[in-house]
């Protein structure tokens, strides 16, 4: 159940202060309350609760003001309770009616707030807030609805604005894949599965070596020098415990002895992890389809992208595209895919914001395929880059037109280091998939506030020094 225009905030002067306490309306949290459509938002928000029974939801001001508050600083979920409880501009811009000493919800729902806000709404709330602040010289959205998106007709349309895109990888908080931690991880968890149906039934323990296998893992954990003959050797030992504890589990389920059914998601995600490393090991390779690297979260596979720092990384991968300053996720995936793939959609998206295709196209070698540069073409598109192949001996190069684009480029390089920098992309904390791919939008909102801020501050001195310039230039053509 949700109410909508519960606890409406119009203006800073509606928000209940107490004596002495002054807010200043020049602060950062007050100026990006205002850049945000709270009401637009919030019917899109009130869908989510089609039933009218139950307890009232906390409202959607107060649920993606809290994450957008928790993102800028990296707060925990119970740190930053605490903080809106002591702070009154945090609390402004959750939207509560007035200051207060008293927690305004529980660190739990924060959970809530972010398995309800899913990626896709959040997407759509990121362009809401740039839509509200788009100025007048802005490209303008076509008139149609742009569902016939296919047939674009370009003779009426001149080609204008610069798009650029990359792909990054959000890494995720877990500990270094390796293949013996996994497998003592796995072994614990199916004893534990031992131990609990045993309790439940009140049956006798089997045997099942559990100091002999800890000391078997820890005999390799601290040594100084792991040879590939103990690395296997350990591994083998390993996958003989839990072959072990596997065939008591299916020795109790056979008589009725079953685990319950988080018990049997667990179960099955060890059982793929232990087929793979069974694979691995008899093969003597490292390389396995949908590789597993976290029990806990199965959904994570390593993303190989060639940095110097850190050659793989476990996380999602996701495409960002930069225009007029503020980025737009393009694709997430857990998956690896070729970056190339998510151009030409990308392109569509500008046209149905726009009306308009992009002048140029900024973007890495990866993006110049045959498919993509035939599609610029039709298209009237530059796309940034060298020509595929071999380069000619008659081939004139634009190099001062190759060095524009080279700077304008690296705009998105700038974004992916501000957003993992400042606004917790680098290391995404959360435990589930949904709620992972959640916080990864609102990384690249947070980001987006802090650019509309900045550009408000900018034209505000861009206006402050044209009026001096034409006094000045008057007090001249006067004297």
């Known amino acids: 159940m949700y109410k909508k225009n519960q606890n409406r905030q119009i203006t800073l002067k509606d928000f209940n ?3 002495g306490l002054k807010l200043n309306p020049e602060n950062k949290w007050i100026k990006k309350a205002a850049m945000i459509p709270w009401e637009a938002i919030e019917k899109e928000y009130a869908d989510l609760f089609p039933s009218g029974c139950g307890m009232p939801a906390k409202p959607l001001r107060m649920a993606l003001g809290a994450l957008l508050i928790q993102k800028k600083y990296d707060y925990s979920d119970r740190e930053l309770v605490e903080q809106i409880q002591e702070n009154p501009y945090y609390q402004y811009f959750i939207g509560l009616p007035g200051f207060q000493l008293e927690q305004p919800f529980a660190p739990s729902l924060l959970v809530e707030f972010r398995k309800r806000l899913t990626d896709e709404k959040l997407a759509e709330i990121n362009e809401m807030i740039i839509k509200n602040n788009k100025h007048d010289d802005d ?67 089997p045997r099942m070596y559990r100091k002999n296998a800890r000391k078997d893992y820890l005999s390799l ?11 296997r050797k350990a591994i083998k030992k390993q996958l003989q415990y839990i072959r072990r504890d596997r065939n008591y589990i299916d020795w109790l389920s056979s008589y009725g002895y079953c685990p319950d059914e988080k018990q049997m998601e667990r179960l099955e995600i060890l059982d793929k992890l232990v087929e793979q490393q069974q694979y691995m090991y008899d093969n003597k390779t490292h390389t396995v389809e949908n590789r597993i690297v976290s029990v806990s979260q199965p959904y994570i596979r390593p993303i190989v992208r060639g940095k110097s720092k850190a050659p793989v990384e476990f996380g999602a991968k996701l495409d960002l595209s930069v225009e007029n300053g503020l980025g737009r996720i393009e694709k997430i995936s857990f998956e690896a895919y070729n970056e190339s793939e998510v151009l030409i959609p990308a392109i569509e998206n500008y046209y149905k914001r726009n009306g308009h295709y992009p002048e140029r ?84 909102i947070s980001m987006n506030l802090d650019s509309l801020l900045r550009l408000s501050l900018f034209q505000k001195l861009i206006l402050i020094f044209s009026r001096y310039n034409c006094s000045y230039f008057l007090c001249e053509s006067i004297g």
């Open 17 to 19: 202060q107490p004596l």
């Open 139 to 205: 490209n303008t959205p076509p008139d149609s609805n742009g569902d016939n998106s296919d047939n674009h007709d370009d003779a009426g349309n001149d080609n204008d604005g610069t798009l650029i895109i990359d792909a990054s990888c959000a890494p995720q908080n877990i500990a270094f894949p390796q293949d013996v931690n996994l497998l003592n991880e796995a072994r614990e968890n199916l004893e534990e599965i031992i131990i609990s149906i045993c309790y439940v039934y009140n049956l006798k323990r």
């Open 221 to 231: 954990a601290k040594s100084k020098k792991r040879t590939s003959k103990k690395i």
């Open 361 to 444: 196209v900024l973007a890495d070698k990866i993006y110049r395929n045959r498919i993509n540069l035939v599609y610029c073409k039709e298209h009237g598109i530059r796309l940034a880059g060298p020509a595929l192949g071999r380069p000619g001996k008659d081939t004139v190069i634009d190099k001062r037109t190759e060095y524009i684009d080279s700077v304008d480029r690296i705009e998105v390089e700038r974004k992916f280091g501000l957003s993992k920098h400042s606004h917790g992309l680098g290391l995404i904390m959360t435990k589930r998939e949904d709620t992972t791919r959640s916080s990864i939008v609102l990384s690249i």
